[in-house]
Nanobody, 121 residues
Framework: VQLQASGGGSVQAGGSLRLSCKAS????????MAWFRQAPGNEREFVAG???????YYADSVKGRFTISRNIAKTIAYLQMDGLTPGDTAVYYC????????????????WGQGTQVTVSS
């Protein structure tokens, strides 16, 4: 599956953004989806994931602030980000795989190109 991420931008602390990950192909419903992020000098870290059965997982750092969802008909996965802080500044990537939701980037077979999120204080 091919992925196209969008929706990044620059916001002030406390603001919101919604990221979208458009997937190509008719097999989207069989994929487990996830969002990762990578700040300069840091490793790519798991943010949130949603399985094909809509089981949802979040990193502790974003629980209560971020919401992951998916629209099967539109083949899009979303990441709603509220209460953003400067610590959320990173390039955000969506990822897909068929073996489950894992917090390791190595577990995913497909990646979007990344979208920049910048949060100023």
């Amino acid at each position: 599956v091919q992925l196209q991420a969008s929706g990044g931008g620059s916001v002030q602390a406390g603001g919101s953004l919604r990221l979208s990950c458009k997937a190509s192909g008719r097999t989207f419903r069989w994929y487990d989806m996830a969002w990762f992020r990578q700040a300069p000098g840091n490793e790519r870290e798991f943010v949130a994931g949603i399985s094909r059965d809509t089981d949802i997982y979040y990193a502790d750092s974003v629980k209560g602030r971020f919401t992951i969802s998916r629209n099967i008909a539109k083949t899009i996965a979303y990441l709603q980000m509220d209460g953003l802080t400067p610590g959320d500044t990173a390039v955000y990537y969506c990822a897909a795989d068929r073996s489950g939701v894992y917090d390791s980037a190595q577990s995913y077979e497909s990646w979007g190109q990344g979208t920049q999120v910048t949060v100023s204080s």
